[in-house]
């Protein structure tokens, strides 16, 4: 299957009031498309902060990051970002939603960015399949946790993007409204074959990937 993210030596080492400090130390992998993948770890392992220069939303110290066979950071600012405007979407654990709009139009908003015509349609349709298709006026401070976190994901499959990245999806939701998420996350991931990478805590959803990933100090401790 083809290779769509792929790392080689990739390291991020920041300044602390105790000198230099290494975040992320030579961590390579690889990920085929359509596959789904679990960054696992403990706090302060170093999952958010792989993510983020997976997305390209950090840079790092060394290494490399490919994303569909182009290097990330042989990029600048504004071609990383069209990148992930094109290839790429998002699912954060406090779903970063703009309040002043409405669910519809947060959902069309990155569509809008790329400048696709049809952003209301697909916007509508996609919160029809999320089962939101009669709160597509409301505004996120009249949804709950779970169905904010539903917008979150049907603006981040919306445009099917080859990557999806998911920084601890249902670390906001109670038990049982996390289940439905981690449901409706790999519902739609089968149904367009996108590539997915999550960081977790929840065993069930790291269970529920193709393989995991462990971090520990910042270093890759299992790949498989």
């Known amino acids: 299957m083809a290779e769509v993210l792929r790392v080689r030596g990739l390291g991020k080492r920041v300044r602390s009031p105790d000198g230099e400090l ?40 060394t290494g490399q990051v490919m994303i569909d066979g182009v290097d990330l950071f042989g990029l600048d600012e504004d071609q990383r970002a069209r990148l992930r405007a094109e290839k790429v979407g998002f699912v954060f654990q406090a779903f970063q939603l703009l309040p002043n709009l409405t669910a519809l139009e947060n959902v069309m908003l990155p569509m809008e960015l790329a400048g696709r015509r049809d952003a209301p349609q697909v916007a509508a349709s996609v919160l ?23 917008v979150a994901i049907a603006r981040a499959f919306a445009p099917h993007p080859k990557l999806l990245f998911a920084d601890e999806p249902t670390g906001n939701l109670d038990r049982n409204t996390g289940a439905r998420i981690i449901d409706l996350l790999f519902q739609l991931n089968a ?11 929840d065993p069930n959803l790291a269970q529920r990937c193709d393989r995991q990933v462990e971090l520990e100090d910042g270093r890759l401790r299992l790949e498989g």
């Open 22 to 61: 290494d975040l992320l130390h030579d961590v390579s992998l690889s990920i085929s498309a359509g596959e789904s993948v679990a960054v696992v770890g403990a706090s302060g392992a170093g999952k958010s902060t792989l993510l983020g220069l997976l997305a390209g939303l950090d840079t790092p110290t």
């Open 128 to 150: 029809q399949r999320v089962g939101l298709g009669a709160r597509t006026g409301h505004y996120p401070k009249q949804l709950s946790g779970g169905e904010q976190q539903r």
């Open 191 to 201: 149904e367009q074959g996108t590539t997915l990478v999550l960081v977790t805590h």
